[in-house]
């Protein structure tokens, strides 16, 4: 494809980060704006993963604690998130819980399966932590013990989520990951470190991550790609 016809379907204001960081070449602008949507679809295929694994883990802990109903019940008269300062995440569940209802499609799994990853990062914040037994961590048996130096707390796991939370948002929004947050240049440093943390998390919770990512994990390989279209 030309890149005037490629650059028309796009947006040229979109195209004008992919040109600069070519140094003006379209053909490799068009090529890098190939490999960033490359980049995306293996991320995000990951943090699925990644999210499918946190989301059980975290399930399979509570329902031991509060019951396999744990979730719709956490919202009702007296439940463990009807707390006025947790308004937005009991706002969130009984939402999905109503919309369920009316479709006359509730079960525990689909009700799972409609939150969204922030109310898991959550779960770490310091209410919701203590709302669920303060023993959540106990989802991550293979963690470091904390020292003077790192402190592996409930913060700590907020603070990972959220940074992968944060990427999540980017690939939804159709956000370009080949570059830094401000700027032009290519910089794959960012997805590998993000990669790099999903990977960690994984092995904390006793997860193999190159088995478990067996077949979607491209992203080492896709950086490389776009690392090659570098200016000299």
Request: glycine residues 4%; contains cysteine; aromatic residues 14%.
């Amino acid at each position: 494809m030309k890149y005037k016809d490629f650059e028309r379907i796009i947006s040229a204001e979109r195209m004008t980060r992919y040109v600069q960081a070519c140094c003006g070449d379209t053909r490799k602008a068009m090529t890098l704006y190939r490999y960033n949507v490359e980049l995306a679809q293996t991320a995000f295929a990951i943090i699925s993963f990644f999210e499918v694994a946190l989301r059980n883990a975290i399930n399979s802990h509570l329902s031991a604690r509060f019951g396999n109903e744990w979730l719709k019940n956490s919202v009702m008269p007296n439940g463990i998130f009807t707390l006025p300062i947790l308004s937005k995440t009991r706002d969130i569940i009984y939402f999905a819980y109503n919309k369920l209802q009316r479709d006359n499609a509730y079960s525990h799994t689909k009700l799972l399966a409609e939150m969204e990853f922030g109310i898991w990062k959550y779960m770490f914040s310091p209410i919701q932590y203590r709302q669920t037994g303060r023993d959540l961590l106990r989802i991550f048996p293979n963690r470091p013990r904390s020292s003077a130096q790192a402190q592996y707390n409930p913060s700590y796991i907020f603070n990972e989520l959220d940074k992968i939370n944060t990427l999540r948002n980017r690939i939804a929004h159709h956000e370009p990951i080949c570059f830094p947050a401000q700027g032009e240049q290519i910089y794959t440093d960012y997805i590998r470190n993000e990669y790099q943390k999903m990977q960690v998390l994984l092995e904390w919770m006793g997860i193999k991550s190159s088995v478990f990512l067996y077949g979607i994990d491209h992203v080492n390989r896709v950086c490389k790609k776009i690392d090659r279209l570098k200016p000299v």
